[in-house]
Nanobody
Framework: QVQLVESGGGLVQAGGSLKLSCTASGRTFSSYSVGWFRQAPGKEREFVAA????????YYADSVKGRFTISRDNAKNTVYLQMNSLKPEDTAVYYC????????????????WGQGTQVTVSS
């Protein structure tokens, strides 16, 4: 069993930056893919970014490519999402997920989910 805890959300002005963290307990990520999804009010959950824990290979949604960076810290069992040049349309609850899906299939979702952290971007 894996427990995921997100942190780092908040309120920021358009053009600003935030860094989200997702720390796992219960087991290490080792062979998992780990990623971020988001859900805005009235919209379906959407894939944001993912990283292969073993290789470090990354994968991004087109909407965030070039603005967001996903990374990992093996020693801390933590995944980060650095979000730059934020836009009002990035406003959503951001969820961390982990699972055994291959990286390029991770947009379908993970086996384990965090509770979410709110990101609000004001215009």
């Amino acid at each position: 069993q894996v427990q995921l805890v997100e942190s780092g959300g908040g309120l920021v002005q358009a053009g600003g930056s935030l860094k989200l963290s997702c720390t796992a307990s219960g087991r290490t990520f080792s062979s998992y893919s780990v990623g971020w999804f988001r859900q805005a009010p009235g919209k379906e959950r959407e894939f944001v970014a993912a990283i292969s824990w073993s290789s470090g290979t990354t994968y991004y949604a087109d909407s965030v490519k070039g603005r967001f960076t996903i990374s990992r810290d093996n020693a801390k069992n933590t995944v980060y999402l650095q979000m730059n040049s934020l836009k009002p349309e990035d406003t959503a609850v951001y969820y961390c997920a982990a699972g055994r899906r291959p990286l390029l299939s991770f947009f379908r979702g993970g086996d384990y989910w965090g509770q979410g952290t709110q990101v609000t971007v004001s215009s």
